[in-house]
């Protein structure tokens, strides 16, 4: 079964269809996951790497921003930050 | 410091709260970037060489290299791989966190085999980092084709995403190894 990964991290918590689960149980973690057979709400790579792009474009401005900040300051503030 | 809480946190209360990922994807993404400026530019300004810039180039390159690997099926991800993969993790961050400790205690410890170790580490790491990449690709590929809920794309991005800052990281520190001692 299809597990999704939130993190990749050493924390590596899963979110996943148990198969040790009851029936009941497994059918309402995959409903959450994958919504019912006609849904059309379903994703798409254009999806995931366009937030992937924003998430990215994010970081790069918010680490831009900072550097200028800690260059400013001379880098007092690093050990703190 | 402070980012370095934000980015943790984000990344456990996306887990915690799938519906939420967008708000901390977002969070997430500021507080990583403060933590990315703080580690380049100590590492430009102690090693020069425009070691920030090579090690975009090359995160970029190995990222694109384990796309192509994917793609091409030269290594395919299934349950044992993910095993094997988490528990050369755990294994590379307790050896590293010995070895701290010893350093710690005996300074002079690596003195006569430095660059060895120091690279050795480095290099594990980013292939550890690369990896993980890969398993990455795998979720984003079957969540895709296996129609997961559009909800969890931003749990998929922040997954991927995270992957390639931390590979970044990783070939950033081989780069300052190879650097210093080269």
């Not at chain 2, 030269?74 to 050896?95: C, M, Q």
């Not at chain 2, 300074?107 to 980013?126: C, K, N, T």
């Not at chain 2, 984003?140 to 991927?160: C, D, H, M, P, T």
Request: positive net charge; charged residues 15%; proline residues 3%.
């Amino acid at each position: 079964m299809f597990e999704v990964r939130t993190i990749s991290t050493p924390i590596m918590a899963m979110m996943r269809v148990d198969d040790r689960q009851p029936p009941a149980v497994q059918a309402d973690q995959r409903m959450k996951l994958y919504g019912d057979a006609a849904s059309a709400d379903t994703a798409t790579y254009t999806g995931v790497f366009s937030k992937s792009a924003i998430m990215l474009v994010l970081a790069i401005a918010s680490a831009y921003a900072f550097a200028v900040w800690l260059i400013q300051e001379g880098f007092t503030y690093l050990s703190i930050a | 410091m402070g980012a370095f809480v934000v980015t943790v946190a984000s990344i456990i209360l996306a887990k915690r709260l799938p519906l939420l990922s967008p708000l901390f994807s977002v969070l997430f993404s500021l507080s990583i970037g403060a933590l990315l400026a703080a580690v380049s530019l100590l590492s430009e300004r102690m090693y020069g060489n425009n070691i920030v810039g090579l090690a975009v180039i090359a995160t970029a390159s190995v990222a694109l290299a384990i796309l192509f690997v994917y793609r091409s099926k030269t290594l395919t991800v299934g349950p044992t791989y993910r095993r094997i993969l988490v528990l050369s993790l755990l294994a590379y961050v307790l050896v590293l966190i010995k070895l701290s400790v010893v350093r710690a205690v005996y300074p002079d410890f690596f003195s006569g085999f430095a660059f060895e170790a120091y690279f050795g580490f480095a290099a594990i790491g980013v292939v550890i980092a690369s990896l993980f990449l890969l398993m990455d690709y795998d979720d984003i590929y079957e969540g895709v084709n296996q129609g997961i809920r559009k909800r969890f794309e931003w749990l998929l991005a922040f997954s991927l995403v995270l992957g390639m800052l931390w590979l970044y990281i990783k070939i950033l520190l081989l780069l300052r190894v190879l650097l210093r001692f080269g």
